[in-house]
């Protein structure tokens, strides 16, 4: 308790060779990472050991070895006091059919210890924060996924944590819902200064969402950084062009001419988005606006059309599929290093930024 006040100004979330360990399968294996306070993505496939992680963060099971602070408080002693601070929102389905919102979100306010009033105000607060309004009279049972959704988010953030678990918020929702859940997220952060560790298995929709991102396999630590990291590194152009009778495959020759002035191109994303435009995006590491002049420059002198030359960020699955791509080259990869890219679980679809 007493270094609590120290720890928490700089990292919300430690852990030193965690490990968890199941009869038949190591859910966590020797997993050491510092998150900080805002908003952090915990990023994995499924059984990746992000449920598992967040149940010995609140103190709910026990690590094989290692060891875990939420907000300075040790998991393994600190447990209700965790629970208290922290709000969790499981990932199963767990709303009680026969009560509406309203009740269910004023009884978890009591079970954290609010008094009656206090309690019925924050649940009032919180429905509308998360967008529930006539409907939190209504049973639960005849709530939609995305409504179910946010009853989870609201008990969650009823007491008034300093910390959130929010586990797979975006399931089952809709593109949309995705987008309205990402962006209530986002503002449980901005507006009421909780910090956020938030799951998931798609690592586009947290890039978006997210300051920081941690990416786990098999239990293991794969990367632990900002998202600018991932994703600002380096910007890239996409680039297609028309072909013409001179230049039938005005791809290629574009991309041959380009390559030819020294420039890194690669074509689209693996996976579905390439197999349906078929090499016919290009896309350029741009080093500045000699990039865009060059393109420019040497689309028309080959007589092509440019049908669209945009900048995009590249996007964090790609940052590891190149990552791959380059301990796939001759170079021995150091010892100890990933052991596997992260697969994307969206297939592979990439949109342009
Ligand atoms: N109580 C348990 N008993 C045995 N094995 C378990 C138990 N809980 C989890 N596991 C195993 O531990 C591994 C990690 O599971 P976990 O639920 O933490 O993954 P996850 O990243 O949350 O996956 P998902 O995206 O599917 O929710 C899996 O192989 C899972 O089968
Ligand atoms: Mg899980």
Do not use: W
């Amino acid at each position: 308790m007493a270094d609590a006040t120290t720890v928490d100004a700089v990292t919300v979330i430690v852990t030193e060779s965690l490990s968890k360990r199941f009869p038949r399968v190591t859910a966590l294996d020797r997993l050491s990472v510092d998150i900080a306070p805002g908003v952090t993505g915990l990023v994995g496939a499924n059984g990746a050991g992000k449920s598992t992680l967040i149940k010995i963060l609140l103190g709910l099971a026990p690590a094989t070895e290692g060891s875990a602070h939420v907000l300075g408080l040790d998991v393994t002693k600190d447990g209700s006091t965790i629970r208290e601070r922290v709000g969790y929102m499981p990932e199963h389905d767990c709303l009680p059919p026969d009560v509406s919102a309203t009740e269910f979100v004023v009884h978890m306010a009591r079970m954290s210890g609010l008094p009656p009033t206090a309690a019925r105000e924050r649940t009032a607060d919180t429905l509308r924060h998360v967008g529930l309004y006539e409907e939190r009279y209504r049973p639960i049972g005849g709530y939609s996924t995305g409504m179910k959704q946010r009853v989870k988010l609201a008990q969650a953030l009823v007491h008034d944590p300093q910390l959130v678990f929010l586990d797979e918020p975006t399931n089952g929702l809709d593109p949309a819902g995705r987008d309205e859940m990402l962006g209530l997220i986002q503002r449980v952060h901005r507006d009421f200064g909780i910090s956020v560790l938030v799951t998931s298995h798609l690592l586009g929709e947290l890039e978006r969402t997210c300051d920081h991102v941690v990416v786990i396999d098999g239990g293991k630590l794969l990367r632990s950084s900002s998202t600018d990291e991932f994703t600002q590194v380096t910007a890239s152009l996409a680039i297609e062009v028309t072909d013409t009778d001179a230049q039938p495959d005005g791809t290629g020759a574009l991309r041959a001419a380009l390559e030819g002035a020294g420039v890194t191109v690669t074509t689209a994303a693996g996976g579905a988005e390439s197999l349906a435009s078929s090499g016919h995006l290009l896309y350029v590491e741009a080093a500045g606006e000699e990039t865009y002049d060059l393109v420019r420059d040497t689309v028309a002198g080959l007589g092509l059309g440019l049908v669209r030359m945009e900048q995009r960020r590249h996007q964090i699955a790609e940052v590891f599929r190149d990552a791959d791509a380059a301990q796939a080259t001759p170079a021995p990869a150091p010892a100890g290093a990933p052991r596997a890219p992260y697969a994307t679980q969206d297939g592979g679809a990439h949109d342009v930024a």
